[in-house]
């Protein structure tokens, strides 16, 4: 999902995985295993060694939050409505440093890449992670955006030059990219909070062939997995190019330089990864559910499971919304899905709202949360 940038004014936060990455002992007693964090069992994923299907949302601002018990509040919630995955962005990258106090990740500035590992930086994802751990909640964490919004690809353009669609095969930019991955990795290595690793939020490459995405994405994957071989790893994209049960649609399409399949197919990726926007992709809501069931059928084909990852609607949202999620429960290849996105009362006000969003304790969320977790 596009999302708009919001700002905060920086906190100070010590945790347990902050006092590893600043050098003091660790205090993380979970060790390395396969066994320990998230994984796959077929087309099913596995949560504390369980297969299952599993609900959960989106909260990409997560991690630009500076009020530590406004983290633990969100986390608490779904913890509480049953919610097992909270997908954030772990990626926050400016090219000037913001003179508000605000919370950046990276600065992306005149050829170079600077991460901000302080307490209006990374120290920030560091508490969200040592949260998520003590309410048993499994994150996937994004690397960049190909949207604008908190930098993105657009960021790096700026910094190292060339355009969103040549981002994918700059030097500069795919070191730069490649560094901050493994700076954050080797931050939560050890966290059984990380649910998988992702890409990148929707990548596109606008009339490319498809093989600049699927190259792009077989050699980030391989890079992940050569630093870290026990958590799984995901692309985050939106579906697009898929040839099975197409209506001949733009989503279905290749024009965006994607091909489903294809990328499903890169032995790094270890799941696959749909979003659904009837309305921003041209379509109506009736398109909704046979796309589901053409990404299990695609997630079966190649015997891993499918997370539908994002969707929403502005209006209806029970209706709809609800329906979809039966179809994605009933579809056989589709392991779990996460709603577009968790709403929650921070110390500051309602989090951010962009139409679609759900927020705990109202009527939809009754609907989407509440009894799509009962029917799990």
């Known amino acids: 999902m596009k999302t708009t ?24 007693p979970y060790k390395r ?20 299907y599993f609900a959960g949302s989106n909260a990409y601002w997560l991690g630009f939050q500076t009020d530590n018990d406004d983290v633990d509040k969100v986390l608490a919630d779904a913890e509480k409505s049953g919610l097992r995955i909270m997908r954030i962005w772990g990626f926050n990258d400016v090219n000037t440093v913001p003179t508000d106090g605000s919370v950046y990740y990276q600065l992306l500035e005149n050829g ?36 604008s919004d908190y930098g993105g690809m657009a960021a790096y353009v700026a910094a190292f030059g060339g355009s969103t669609t040549s981002w994918y095969t700059d030097d500069a930019s795919q070191a730069a990219y490649q560094n901050y991955i493994k700076t954050v990795i080797s931050r939560y290595i050890d966290s059984p909070a990380v649910f998988a690793w992702e890409l990148a939020n929707e990548p596109r490459c606008s009339s490319c062939d498809v093989s600049v995405i699927h190259d792009w994405v077989a050699s980030t994957s391989a890079f992940i997995k050569s630093i870290d071989s026990a958590h799984l790893v995901g692309i985050g994209d939106e579906g697009f190019g898929l040839d099975i049960n197409s209506d001949g649609s733009y989503p279905y399409g290749y024009s965006e330089g994607s091909n489903f399949t294809l990328n499903l197919g890169v032995d790094t990726i270890d799941f696959g990864t749909f979003h659904l926007y009837p309305s921003s992709w041209g379509t109506n809501n009736s398109f909704g559910s046979p796309w589901v069931t053409a990404h299990g059928a695609a997630c079966a084909a190649a015997g891993k499971p499918c997370l539908f990852e994002e969707y929403g609607v502005a209006s209806d949202k029970c209706t709809v919304e609800g329906g979809w ?8 290849g589709i392991g779990a899905d996460t709603f577009w996105q968790f709403g929650d009362t921070l110390s500051s006000g309602k989090s951010p709202d962009d139409t679609y969003t759900v927020y705990y304790g109202t009527d939809d969320y009754t609907c989407l949360v509440d009894n799509h977790v009962a029917a799990i």
């Not at 999620?325 to 056989?332: M, S």
């Open 5 to 28: 940038t919001i700002l905060s004014t920086a906190g100070f936060v010590f945790s347990q995985v902050a006092s590893y990455a600043m050098g003091f002992p660790t205090l993380n």
């Open 112 to 147: 170079k890449a600077t991460v901000n590992t302080g307490k209006d930086g990374l120290q920030r994802l560091d508490y969200v992670v040592s949260s998520a751990e003590r309410h048993n909640i499994k994150l996937i964490i994004n690397f960049v955006n190909y949207w």
């Open 33 to 52: 295993s396969n066994s320990t964090f998230p994984g796959t069992s077929g087309l099913k994923f596995t949560i504390d060694g369980t297969a299952g």
């Open 325 to 332: 999620q039966k179809t994605a429960l009933g579809t056989k």
